[in-house]
């Protein structure tokens, strides 16, 4: 299940605690973002753990935060650094990809 989270926050708990998380920067603006939610929804249903979204506004400070090129963007970190990212057309493969290598480096 997933929590959103505003990125501050996000920056604390991947960077400064260090938490690993797997995140979806999207924004309500984006076709493609809409298009991708309900398969993000029905994926992070049954995973247990650290899962967020980010809301990304069209000029908003997430882009140069965060070295984002495109939304839906979803991004593993793990020990206060990234340590994985897919955009664009995001496959339930990819997901697992993620989540897989960030519980391995957890």
Do not use: N, Q
Not at 40 to 63: K, L, S
Not at 67 to 75: F, G, K, Q, R
């Amino acid at each position: 299940m997933t929590s959103k989270i505003d990125s501050r926050e996000l920056a604390k708990r991947v960077r400064t605690d260090r938490e690993p998380a797997l995140v979806l920067f999207s924004g309500e603006w984006c076709k493609d973002c809409r298009a991708f939610k309900p398969k993000w929804d029905e994926w992070t249903a049954v995973r247990a753990g650290p899962i967020y979204t980010v809301e990304v506004g069209r000029a908003g400070r997430e882009w140069k935060e965060w070295s984002l090129d495109e939304i839906p963007t979803v991004a593993a970190f793990s020990g206060g650094s990234e340590a994985g990212r897919v955009h664009g057309v995001i496959t339930k493969e990819d997901l697992e990809s993620l989540w897989k290598g960030k519980l391995r480096m957890a």
